[in-house]
Each structure stands twice: as C-alpha cells, then as structure tokens.
C-alpha cells in the first residue's frame, strides 16, 4: 500500500471544492493516507456515487490513515485516496465498506501528488454502485442562502406578516399580488432561481423596519 503524508482534508457528505472551503469546516490535518490510482471510470463513479467497496479492500486500509489532533495522533477507521492521472478525492467509509464522506484536496497539495501518481499501477478496485449523489447546481454560498431565505419565510408566514411577504413579492416581480397563496408558490420557484436577490430584499425589508 502507498501512501501520501502531510495534507489536508475536509470530509463532507457533499463534495465541496477547495476555493468553498470555509475556516468553520472541520478541516482534518492528515499526517499519513493510504493512495491507490485507478480508472477514469471508476474515479468517476467514486466520485459522483456513494458505492460499497469490497470487503478485502476495507481489511487493507483499516487504521491506516493517521491524522494530527490536539491530543496526539489519532486514526480514521476507513479512508483512503484515489487518484486518476489528473484528479485526487479522499472518501471515508464506513466498516460495511460503504463511502459515507468525501473531501476534495487544495490545488497545490492535489499538483504535488499528480507527479506522484503517474509512477503507480492501476489498483483493481471491486464495488459496486449504492446511491447517485444529488447533483447541485448551486454554490455552497447559494445553498446558504437557500436555506436561510426558507427559513426567513416560513417565519415570516407563521407570524402572518402579509405586508413583507408583499412587498418582497412586488420587488421580486414588478408586480403585486393580493392571494397569499400564490406569493408562496411563486417565492418559492424564485429562490433557486435567484436567491442572492431575494437574500438581499430581505435584509433591506429589515432596514426598512418591515419586521416579522
């Protein structure tokens, strides 16, 4: 088994590239990981699936990613690199073998390793297929937003606060609208859609002392 030493990593459920990093994420300082490159195909499903990789896999990876904590050295139970000739992911899995997070690598740390790859042989990796991961098509700073503005909302609807929701509709449309009803559908449609203007009428709904 090959390993790669020194680097960081942030698991996640979803994969996040490396500029949406935030200094809040539990960002793992790795002091020692296993690597093993495989095909494009296989990267690729590792990377966009949740997959159930092979029993003898998981046995020969088991404990063998140490990581720097503030009490010592302590150790992922299942993790492990892949790496293609120009992409790396880290996944953790769970003991059943299932890939439960995922972690994308800093530019400088991923280039690094790239030169160190192309030395290694393809490792005949068997797995199979479990779930698709949900295809975002917004940022993680859009999905933030996402969130609070359904959250704002929902609020807003609780406390029957009509004349905010109207006039964020009004600013939203260019237009007003008198059935409550459909000020929820339509906002709702509009948030994925452009929810850095809506975040932004909501903030100023607040200057202006519309409040909940």
């Avoid at 160190?116 to 933030?144: A, F, G």
């Amino acid at each position: 088994m090959k390993y790669i030493y020194d680097i960081i990593l942030n698991f996640n459920e979803r994969l996040y590239e490396f500029y949406e990093w935030k200094d809040t994420d539990n960002i793992e300082y790795i002091k020692k990981i296993p690597i093993v490159k495989v095909t494009d195909k296989v990267f690729s499903d590792l990377k966009n699936n949740e997959v159930i990789v092979e029993e003898k896999f998981i046995k020969e990876i088991y404990n063998r990613c140490e990581v720097y904590t503030d009490y010592g050295i302590e150790r992922i139970n299942y993790a492990c690199l892949f790496c293609v000739d120009d992409g790396v992911i880290a996944l953790e899995f769970n003991g059943n073998g299932k890939s439960i997070y995922i972690s994308d690598m800093c530019i400088d740390e991923m280039i690094d390793i790239l030169e160190y790859v192309r030395k290694l042989t393809v490792y005949d990796l068997d797995y199979k297929l479990s779930i698709m991961h949900q295809k975002y098509l917004v940022t993680r700073e859009e999905e933030s937003m996402i969130n609070f503005i359904k959250r704002e909302i929902s609020s807003i609807s609780k406390s029957e606060n009509i004349d905010k929701l109207r006039y964020i509709y009004y600013e939203c449309f260019n237009r007003k609208e008198e059935n409550v009803s459909k000020i929820f559908l339509d906002l709702d449609e509009y948030i994925s859609e452009n929810p850095s203007k809506l975040f932004n009428l909501l903030m100023l709904s607040y200057s202006k002392g519309l409040q909940k």
